[in-house]
């Protein structure tokens, strides 16, 4: 499966509502990364690694981030390209160890 069709599959499986979807999409993003972060924070306390778990998480994020895409009228591939070509734009220039998003 490629970036296009997941972000096509992930359709199937939204349940929302579509008036607020930026909102909803943005709140669940944040919740789902913050799962993630959840799941890190436990191996530093607990000094257990449950990759299995952190996956599932970022897959959750995955599937928000290309639902977000999709409320924008946008490809996921093209935010990659886009970002990618902001990178390496940065790292050309040897900014990419600077501080904010115009440099």
Do not use: H
């Amino acid at each position: 499966m490629n970036l296009a069709e997941y972000q096509q599959f992930t359709a199937s499986t939204a349940i929302y509502p579509k008036d607020n979807a930026l909102v909803y999409l943005s709140l669940g993003l944040t919740s789902e990364a913050g799962e993630v972060a959840g799941k890190i924070k436990k191996i530093i306390r607990d000094n257990v690694r449950n990759d299995e778990a952190i996956v599932s998480e970022i897959g959750d994020v995955f599937w928000y981030l290309c639902q977000l895409c999709t409320a924008m009228n946008v490809e996921a591939a093209d935010v990659i390209e886009q970002n990618m070509n902001k990178l390496i734009d940065r790292q050309e220039r040897n900014v990419i160890k600077g501080n904010g998003d115009n440099r």
